[in-house]
């Protein structure tokens, strides 16, 4: 484990360490009441916090119908008009098959990927109980774009990519949510120069709330023993979300552009410091 990591695992353990330790005098406004033990609402609006998953489901029976897009780099400037020109479009829908449990597909522009992922509860955080929320999320990514003219091996198998995570996160207040994710990436088929087979991220993610429909989000996820190049990076975002009410609708500013799991976490081309920087937004419409 690098020490640009080690440092990032330090502060945000510290900041939840210091958090934990005051008094949230406004827990008693923002649980809802179950039949032993009073559950917190959730801190998160969104079912992402901005790339990464947040520990929000789906109810059940609700439809989720989402709109993601990514303009082009935005430091190219007018050679391709601020993004315009270079855009990536996601279509999906998550269903709530139960209060735990929720299935969604998608399809992005980018490589012609299908998406099909599950979300599942494992525990809720508790008032004077159990500290934390728990979320099994899983994605299985289809590359569609691949052809034999450019593998002439190629197989089906070949086209599949894999995530499993595990979203930990705890509301301390009103306004402010943290959240840790250990990440599992696999590829079937992978560029062995800039690339890894398997792969270890640890996402860190938090929102805070500036009024009801209106908060700001931000995540990074740091690459563990990723390949030492110059393509790929750590992921580093920083979001809005405004919840209209009917909607959630979240801006984007990030270094990486594509919106699947598995590219959004190994395959950000993006530097805040040296150019790369998308804008984009996610669209959730519930039904």
């Known amino acids: 484990m690098n ?7 330090a502060f945000f353990l510290s900041v939840i360490g210091h958090l934990a330790a005051q008094d949230d005098l406004l827990k008693e406004l923002d649980t809802v009441k ?14 992402q916090i901005c790339n990464m998953q947040s520990t929000k489901l789906t109810a059940k029976g ?3 119908i989402l709109i993601s897009h990514r303009f082009g ?3 190219q400037g007018f050679d391709n008009f601020f993004g315009l020109d270079d855009a990536y479009t996601k279509l999906g829908a998550i269903y709530g098959l139960t209060d735990w449990l929720s299935l969604g597909a998608s399809r992005q522009t980018n490589n012609k990927i299908y998406e099909l992922t599950a979300k599942y509860r494992l525990k ?7 500290p934390v929320s728990i979320v099994g999320y899983n994605t299985m990514d ?4 691949l052809s034999t003219d450019q593998y002439p091996y190629l197989k089906f198998n070949n086209r599949l990519a894999f995530t499993t995570q595990l979203l930990v996160s705890r509301k301390f207040s009103d306004a402010i949510t943290l959240e840790i994710a ?12 800039t690339e890894r087979k398997d792969q270890f991220v640890v996402g860190l993610g938090g929102r805070y709330k500036f009024t009801k429909r209106l908060s700001m989000n931000l995540e990074y996820a740091p690459r563990i023993d990723a390949p030492e190049n110059e393509v790929y990076h750590n992921l580093l975002t920083v979001g809005l979300d405004i919840d209209t009410g009917g909607h959630i609708f979240q801006m984007v500013f990030s270094n990486c552009q594509t919106m699947n799991d598995v590219y959004v976490f190994s395959n950000a081309t993006g530097k805040w410091n040296g150019g790369g920087i998308y804008f984009g937004f996610n669209l959730y419409r519930v039904f």
């Open 62 to 64: 609700e439809w989720y």
């Open 182 to 193: 250990p990440i599992y990436i696999h590829k079937n088929l992978y560029d062995e120069t």
């Open 34 to 47: 179950s039949k032993e033990k009073q559950i917190e609402t959730l801190g998160f609006k969104g079912l």
């Open 124 to 130: 809720n955080q508790e008032e004077n109980g159990f």
């Open 142 to 145: 289809v590359n569609t774009n």
């Open 3 to 9: 020490v640009k990591l080690f440092l990032s695992l």
């Open 73 to 75: 780099d935005l430091t």
